[in-house]
């Protein structure tokens, strides 16, 4: 039965895989065209190019359908090394099989060639039945290897989202046992991404590229997941803790990262660091008086520094056990004064700019 089903699954993949069904040939020699040309029309559509710059008009015309493309070397106007070189400048060399079909034999030449992405190169005079079976079965084998392609994407894609759900279901149950409800860990990817985008666009020297942002976004919400290991009792104690349940309760840092580390094939994922320096640093200080390792300034990750502070405004204006909600207003005043830890002059800068914005992700969630 699973071989099977795997078998079904790879043939609805092929059919996926585009269907190419045009060959260009491209020769000076109306005679090497047509001997090719005859050797292929009962499976292909067959285009003809006489030198390089028609070659390329047709190749633009038809690059969604080419299935490949016999290129000789010696032409006029445009010869085979200048359209190899124009399909690379325009990633095409990849897409699109090109077989080098040539009577040149000097291996400083079709070294080139080969350095310049071509398939396979077959020599002239040749026999048709055999360069028909040699082309098709490389083919076939391409054909194949972009099948394969998209399977290993898709198997990538499914573990990335069971280990993006997993880890959410770990954050989700953190925020319950933390008596939040899953809407902070919500908001949480919203902040940070507000802030991030804010932060790439103003501060350049962050490096902060736009592919990032939804990634250390949806790193955001595993900053407390380190919290599953900590007790009830100190989690959730209403008053303020003892310094040894302080002590206990700074260790979520590190349980969260040795609980990333444990799950399969995390470490592998772009995600993966952003959401280890977040566990661990998210209550770091720019002053070095934070935890666990007293990192200060730059040298805390700047993902870490946003997430702290997305993490501290979402504590003030929400309602916890130990206190009433703080107005929007009253908590950017408390981060600006230095009342809940001390952040970088830019990191103050994104609340300054950010705070309405901020402010309307909780007015959107009522």
């Excluded at 319950?176 to 103003?202: N, P, V, W």
């Excluded at 002590?247 to 990262?257: N, R, S, V």
């Excluded at 935890?291 to 504590?315: F, M, R, T």
Aim: hydrophobic share 40%; with cysteine; proline share 4%.
């Amino acid at each position: 039965m699973t071989t099977n089903n795997s078998t079904t699954k790879l043939q609805q993949t092929e059919s996926r895989v585009p269907q190419r069904n045009k060959i260009l040939i491209v020769d000076d020699v109306e005679l090497n065209r047509a001997i090719l040309s005859e050797t292929f029309s009962d499976s292909y559509t067959i285009l003809e190019a006489e030198n390089g710059i028609e070659a390329l008009k047709l190749v633009e015309a038809n690059k969604e359908d080419l299935a490949a493309i016999l290129l000789d070397l010696i032409m006029p106007e445009l010869d085979g090394m200048g359209v190899l070189e124009e399909l690379n400048r325009q990633d095409l060399i990849m897409r699109i099989p090109v077989f080098l079909i040539t009577a040149e034999n000097s291996w400083d030449v079709l070294q080139h060639a080969y350095d310049l992405g071509v398939k396979d190169i077959i020599e002239k005079p040749f026999v048709s039945y055999f360069i028909k079976r040699r082309i098709t079965n490389m083919l076939r084998l391409d054909n194949i290897l972009k099948t394969q392609d998209i399977v290993i994407s898709e198997q990538v894609r499914q573990i990335e989202r069971l280990n993006h759900s997993l880890i959410e279901a770990l954050a989700t149950a953190t925020e319950f046992r933390d008596c939040e409800s899953g809407e902070h860990i919500k908001r949480m990817q919203q902040l940070t991404l507000l802030l991030c985008r804010y932060a790439s666009r103003e501060f350049p020297e962050f490096g902060l590229e736009e592919k990032e942002l939804p990634l250390i976004a949806e790193a955001a919400v595993m900053h407390d997941i380190g919290k599953i290991a900590i007790p009830d009792s100190i989690l959730n104690k209403p008053g303020r803790l003892t310094p040894e349940e302080f002590a206990e309760m700074k260790k979520h840092t590190i349980k969260g990262c040795e609980l990333l580390e444990t799950i399969p094939y995390l470490d592998e994922t772009e995600m993966y660091h952003y959401a280890y320096d977040i566990c661990r640093w998210h209550h770091e200080r720019c002053d070095g008086k934070g935890y666990p390792d007293g990192l200060k300034g730059d040298e805390i990750p700047v993902w870490a520094q946003v997430v702290s502070l997305a993490d501290v405004y979402d504590a003030l204006v929400s309602p916890r056990v130990y206190k009433a909600a703080y107005s929007h207003e009253k908590a950017r005043e408390m981060i600006l004064n230095g009342e809940c830890g001390t952040f970088s002059p830019k990191i103050l800068q994104c609340l300054k700019a950010c705070g309405d914005a901020m402010e309307a992700l909780y007015q959107e969630e009522s």
